[in-house]
């Protein structure tokens, strides 16, 4: 908005330029020649002979040139000779007018073509390259324009969200609407003798509706809404994302009360170290935003939301009291929550009446609001595919697996010996897990395999929600996991590299169990590991001596081996049910837990 007035003002001063040299070069050039009348070619001999003859008006002689006028009023142009004897023949008539005309351009004239053209051209050029490289680059155009903050501006309900999009996040609603009523009514809180807060800090996991509910804010609150995201902020030239900051704030300034959203606000807000080589532009960026946020009064009604995944990168001058005063977590949804989100999605897609939500929720522990988002989809994908009109209990089944492990690869050709193996891999595991208290019931097998690399899986599914892990569980789990490699040793008298996936998930269990849940027989209660980013996958660091660590390996490598050594023992316990279970998933490809659990049992 305020980058007009610059940019005319500029644009004015180049067009005036260019429309006085136009002017000048007309006025020089043409303008001279306008009047005359055309102008013939003629020999220097033709010359001296209308001469010779008094045909000759009126002669004007250039440096090149020989211009005659004839009796008949024609005016002719000869190449000009050296002629020393000229003056004299045209005297020597008598009534012939002559004149010598000077070709050269006057000073005034050198002084605009030699100096002020080129100027005015090369300001043209820059204006056209900067504009150019300023759209193909983004950053540029910006730079040029001196930190703008391009923050979108959203009025009420612009952005289409409401807090009723948000499903489950009960905790973080609840924070977010005082924040808003805050804006509405703050004689309410002033009464009190409340202060305002300047900033919440919304985190979590990716995909758990961060992004969403500042919308949902936005589309709640009656007061403007600035949202931004921190990789705005950063800038080719040094200084120009604190300006950015700057301009920000004052706008927000102007507006308030309102609401500046910062999404992914580690970009800017990085742990500033003390690293001489460390990165300027970011940390005067956000020594900006500091400044900034401390410089607010809390009565003007600026609230400061951000977001961002890796809290625990943050920079604490970011989060002391005062500038970010509040957390709010966006955990990853429950049961209660994953049913929430399913219904509030569905909502948009045409169902088959009889849908079991909660069956849906249970079969997803884990999954995140954008995954459960795209469960839906996936399945009101399906149903268009295979021509129904309405989205029923399979689709959501079966795009939950294409979730979990990709699309069915339907032409993917498996020898009947490998797909041997695999059914004995797949009930293996289903074998071991239903033979175990501690576990979870088996919901569906199949050897189908899927876009992920994934030739057969075993699903479990527990009853309710879970959150907390008993060793025995784990255990059970790590049984459960040794079980296909347990079957195809058993069976098959050979080891596959079908396991890989369950020997990773296998250690990592195991590794956790001695490093972080004090689960082992060797060690106490000790924290062997820490973990950083808990929200990115959670990489852990090991924290103890080399020594240590040696013996870790080998705590891990024991607890594995009695686990695939009591799985093995399930098995050959129960070989009678192993072959025939294993030779009814051949048989079917996918069965469901009904089906396993009747044949186990009869
Ligand atoms: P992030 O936390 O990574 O910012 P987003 O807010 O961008 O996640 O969420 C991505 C999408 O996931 C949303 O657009 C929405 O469709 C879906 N989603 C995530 N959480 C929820 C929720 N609690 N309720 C409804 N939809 C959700
Ligand atoms: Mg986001
Ligand atoms: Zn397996």
């Known amino acids: 908005m305020n980058e007009k007035p610059d940019n005319n003002k500029q644009k004015n001063l180049g067009a005036l330029l260019l429309g006085l040299v136009l002017l000048l070069a007309f006025n020089a050039l043409i303008l001279p020649n306008l009047g005359a009348p055309a102008m013939k070619d003629a020999d220097y001999s033709y010359f001296l002979e209308q001469v010779d003859e008094g045909n000759v008006q009126k002669v004007e002689i250039t440096d090149s040139t020989v211009n005659f006028t004839t009796d008949d009023e024609q005016v002719y142009s000869a190449v000009r000779i050296d002629d020393p004897d000229l003056v004299e023949r045209l005297s020597k008539d008598g009534n012939i007018e002559f004149s010598g005309v000077s070709t050269q351009p006057s000073t005034l004239q050198t002084f605009l073509f030699a100096w002020v053209l080129p100027i005015v051209i090369m300001v043209i050029v820059w204006n056209i390259i900067f504009k150019s490289l300023g ?33 489950g996040q009960d905790e973080a609603k609840e924070a977010l609407k005082e924040i808003v009523d805050f804006l509405h009514t703050p004689e309410k809180y002033a009464e009190i003798g409340a202060d305002l807060p300047k900033g919440a800090l919304l985190v979590g996991p990716p995909g758990t509706g961060k992004t969403l509910l500042a919308q949902a804010v936005a589309g709640e609150a009656e007061v403007p809404f600035f949202s931004i995201s921190g990789s705005e902020f950063v800038e080719m030239f040094v200084g120009m994302g604190a300006a950015k900051v700057r301009d920000l704030f004052s706008q927000a300034a102007e507006k308030a009360p309102c609401i500046v959203f910062i999404d992914e606000i580690d970009t800017i807000g990085k742990k500033r170290d003390g690293n001489i080589s460390g990165n300027d532009e970011r940390e005067q960026t956000l020594n900006q935003l500091l400044t900034e946020m401390d410089g607010f009064d809390g009565k003007k009604g600026v609230v400061i939301l951000a977001a961002t995944n890796r809290p625990e990168s943050l920079d ?118 239903a033979m ?167």
């Open 436 to 602: 175990q208290k501690d576990s979870a019931p088996v919901h569906k097998i199949t050897i189908i395999p899927r876009t992920s690399g994934a030739l057969g899986y075993t699903m479990q599914v527990d009853e309710g929600e879970k959150f907390l892990m008993t060793k025995e569980e784990a255990l059970a789990k790590l049984a459960t996991l040794t079980g296909g490699r347990s079957a195809e040793e058993l069976i098959f008298n050979t080891c596959t590299s079908g396991a890989s996936n369950d020997i990773e998930q296998a250690t990592k269990l195991a590794r956790a169990m001695v490093t972080r849940y004090g689960m082992s027989e060797t060690f106490d209660m000790l924290a062997l590991e820490t973990v950083s980013n808990k929200y990115l996958g959670g990489d852990s660091s090991l924290a103890c001596s080399p020594e240590t660590a040696a013996r870790i390996d080998d705590e891990v490598n024991s607890i594995v081996k009695s686990a695939h050594a009591k799985a093995v023992k399930i098995l050959s316990d129960n070989i009678e049910k192993l072959h025939e279970l294993a030779h009814y998933l051949l048989d079917k490809e996918t069965i469901t837990g009904e089906e396993f659990m009747a044949i186990l049992n009869s």
């Open 135 to 167: 759209k193909r680059m983004g950053g540029l155009g910006n730079a040029m324009s001196f930190g703008k903050s391009n923050a979108k501006i959203y009025v009420k309900a612009q952005t289409g969200k409401t807090f009723d999009d948000v499903a």
């Open 316 to 433: 604490p001058a970011l989060l002391r009291p005062g500038r970010f005063d509040r957390r709010i977590p966006a955990e990853l949804p429950d049961l209660a929550g994953r049913e929430a989100i399913l219904r509030v999605h569905a909502k948009k897609v045409r169902l088959s009446e009889d849908i079991d939500f909660n069956a849906i929720a249970r079969a997803t522990a884990g999954a995140s609001g954008a995954e459960l988002a795209n469960i839906v989809n996936e399945a009101a994908l399906r149903a268009v595919r295979n021509g129904r009109s309405a989205v029923d209990q399979s689709d959501l089944e079966e795009s939950v697996e294409v979730v979990i492990a990709g699309y069915q690869r339907k032409n993917a050709v498996i020898s009947r010996k490998e797909k041997e193996i695999i059914a004995y891999h797949e009930i293996g595991h289903a074998l071991v897990a």
